[in-house]
C-alpha cells in the first residue's frame, strides 16, 4: 500500500499552483494523493500570512489535528507556504504534534523531508530561501482545461503593508523557454486556458533585466512571454495576475491590446483612490496615473472589463480619502473585486511606522460600502449584457446544478446553459446571452 497524503491550501492562487506541482511531486515519489477525509497518513497544510486571520484559521485548525495525532501517532503533520516561512522554527515550538515545516523556496524538498519524518528522524524545519539555482516544478493534474503557471516566484515591491516580500523573497523569473515548454505541455494535454501567475507580474524578467543593465523604462519582459505564449498551439486564451500600474508600460499596453489570446479582462490592483494614502502604501503611482493605464487599455480594447483588490481602514485613512476611492471605483466600474479590511501585519513598514487607527467598525462600515456598490455596478452590468453575443470556454456540468452546464465568457463570466448534443467541455462557441441574475449570465447556444 502506497502512502497517502493530502493537502490543504489557503491563500492565493500562487499557493493553489505550488500545491498542484507538490502533490504531482510527491506522486513521482511513489505517495497517493487523497481526500482528507479518507485518513491520509501525511497533511501538509499550504498556508497563508497575508492577513491576521488567514494565519489564525490555520493555527486552528493544525490545534484541531492534535487529537487525530493522539489516535494515530504515525500520522505525519507539516506545515508550508507563507505562514511557514514567516514563522519557521517557532511554529514547531509553538505545536508540538507538528512534524515539519518546509517554507517556499523548499517545495523540492519536501518528499525528502516527509520520508524522514515517516522515518521518525523527528521534528524539522527547511526554510533557507538562498540565493541557489531556481527551478519550477512543472507538475499538472492531468486534463485541466485551464491551467495555472507560475512565471515568477517573491516579490521586490515591498508596499508598506505586505508581507509578501517576507514570504516569497525577491522577485525572480523563470526563462521564457521553461514557460513556453510547459505550456506547449499543458496544450498536448488539453488544456485551452492558461492563467500565468505572479505577485507582481508585469516585473516579470525586470531584475533578470537590471542585473544584465539592460533595463529602460520601455521594457516589458512580460510583453515578450505573452508573444511567445501567443504562438503555443491548442492555447486559446490567455490570462493573468496581478499586474502592478508602475510596470504596466506603453509596450505592455500594447502587447495585452492587440494579442488574440490575451483575454479582455484585467485584474488591477487599486488598493486606494487617494494619493496621499497610496503614497503611505509605497504604491508608486497616483490614482489619476492609474485611471491613465485602464483608459490607455480601453481606447484599445473597448470591450475590456476590470477587477481589483481594494484595502479599507489603512493606517490613517479618513472619510474624505476613504470616499476618493469609492470615485475611482465608479468612474472604472469594476466587474469585480476584492476588498479587504486593513490588517497589520507584524515586521512590515507600516506596523513599524505607521498606527492602526482606524477603528474595526468603521473598516467594517467602510468595506460594506464598497461591497454594495460593487454589487450595484455588477448588477447593472449583467443586465446590460441581457440580448450580446458571448464566446464561451465550454467546461461541463455546473458544480451547484449539474443538470445545467457553465463555462467562461472572454471577460471571465459565468455563463449557464441547458447541456447540447455535440458540445463538449473544451470547446468554444458563442451564446447569446437570454437572462441575467448577479452571480451568472444564463446563454442560448448560437446556430
Ligand atoms: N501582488 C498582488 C497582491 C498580493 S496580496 C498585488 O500587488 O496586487 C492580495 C491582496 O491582499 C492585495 O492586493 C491587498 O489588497 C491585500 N492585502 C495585502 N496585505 C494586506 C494587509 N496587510 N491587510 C489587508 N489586506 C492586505
Ligand atoms: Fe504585496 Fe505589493 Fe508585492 Fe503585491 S506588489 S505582493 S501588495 S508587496
Ligand atoms: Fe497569502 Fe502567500 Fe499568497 S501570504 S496571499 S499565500 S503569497
Known amino acids: 500500500m502506497p502512502t497517502t497524503f493530502s493537502i490543504k491550501t489557503y491563500g492565493c492562487q500562487m499557493n493553489e499552483r505550488d500545491s498542484e506541482a507538490l502533490a504531482c511531486l510527491l506522486e513521482m ?13 501525511v497533511m501538509i497544510f499550504n498556508t497563508c500570512s497575508v492577513r491576521d486571520q488567514a494565519e489564525r484559521k490555520v493555527l486552528g485548525k493544525v490545534g484541531l489535528m ?80 485551464v491551467a495555472e503557471v507560475s512565471v515568477m516566484r517573491g516579490c521586490d515591491q515591498f508596499c508598506t503593508y505586505c508581507i ?16 513556453v515548454a510547459e505550456a506547449r505541455m499543458l496544450a498536448e494535454t488539453g488544456t485551452k486556458e492558461l492563467l500565468l501567475l505572479g505577485q507582481n507580474i508585469t516585473a516579470y524578467g525586470v531584475a533578470e533585466a537590471r542585473a544584465r543593465g539592460e533595463y529602460t523604462p520601455e521594457f516589458s519582459g ?44 484585467f ?15 509605497h504604491r508608486n503611482y497616483t490614482a489619476a496615473e492609474y485611471l ?11 470591450q475590456a ?20 476611492t469609492r470615485q475611482v471605483m465608479q468612474t472604472v466600474g469594476y466587474d469585480m473585486a476584492y476588498i479587504f479590511r486593513y490588517s497589520q501585519r507584524e515586521g512590515t513598514q507600516a506596523a513599524r511606522t505607521l498606527p492602526d487607527d482606524v477603528p ?10 464598497l461591497l454594495e456598490e460593487l454589487a450595484r455596478h455588477v448588477k447593472a452590468a449583467n443586465a446590460a449584457a441581457v440580448g450580446t453575443t458571448a464566446q464561451v470556454l465550454v467546461e461541463g456540468p455546473s458544480a451547484r446544478n449539474p443538470q445545467r452546464w457553465s463555462g467562461r465568457s472572454l471577460t471571465n463570466k459565468m455563463v449557464l446553459f441547458s447541456p447540447q448534443e455535440n458540445l463538449h467541455a473544451g470547446d468554444v462557441a458563442d451564446f447569446r446571452i437570454v437572462r441575467a441574475t448577479e452571480n451568472a449570465l444564463y446563454g442560448e447556444l448560437c446556430r
Open 360 to 369: 474595526e467598525e468603521e473598516k467594517h462600515r467602510r468595506n460594506q460600502i
Open 305 to 324: 472589463t476590470f477587477s481589483t483588490d481594494i484595502i479599507v481602514g489603512f493606517c490613517s485613512e479618513t472619510e474624505e480619502e476613504f470616499e476618493m
Open 66 to 145: 492534535k487529537r487525530r495525532k493522539r489516535e494515530r501517532p504515525d500520522l505525519v503533520l507539516g506545515i508550508i507556504g507563507c505562514m511557514a516561512q514567516r514563522r519557521g522554527e517557532s511554529l514547531l515550538q509553538e505545536l508540538p504534534h507538528l512534524d515539519f515545516v518546509a517554507g517556499t523556496d523548499q517545495l523540492q524538498n519536501i518528499p525528502d523531508l516527509v520520508k524522514d519524518c515517516l522515518a521518525k528522524k523527528g521534528q524539522a524545519c527547511a526554510i533557507d530561501m538562498g540565493p541557489g539555482v531556481f527551478r519550477e516544478l512543472d507538475g499538472h493534474r492531468p486534463g485541466r482545461l
Open 164 to 179: 509578501v516580500p517576507f514570504c516569497r523573497g525577491r522577485e525572480k523569473s523563470r526563462p521564457i523557454g521553461d514557460i
Open 29 to 41: 515519489n511513489g505517495f497517493q494523493e487523497v481526500q482528507e477525509d479518507e485518513d491520509p497518513d
Open 222 to 265: 512580460f510583453a515578450d512571454l505573452l508573444e511567445a505564449l501567443q504562438e503555443v498551439p491548442g492555447i486559446q486564451r490567455i490570462r493573468f495576475t496581478s499586474p502592478h500600474v508602475r510596470f504596466m508600460n506603453r509596450r505592455f499596453v500594447e502587447a495585452v491590446s492587440t494579442l488574440p489570446k490575451v483575454c479582455p479582462s
Open 267 to 281: 485584474h488591477v490592483p487599486l488598493q486606494s483612490g487617494s494619493d496621499r494614502i497610496l503614497k503611505l502604501m
Open 292 to 302: 491613465e493605464r485602464i483608459q490607455a487599455i480601453r481606447e484599445r480594447l473597448p
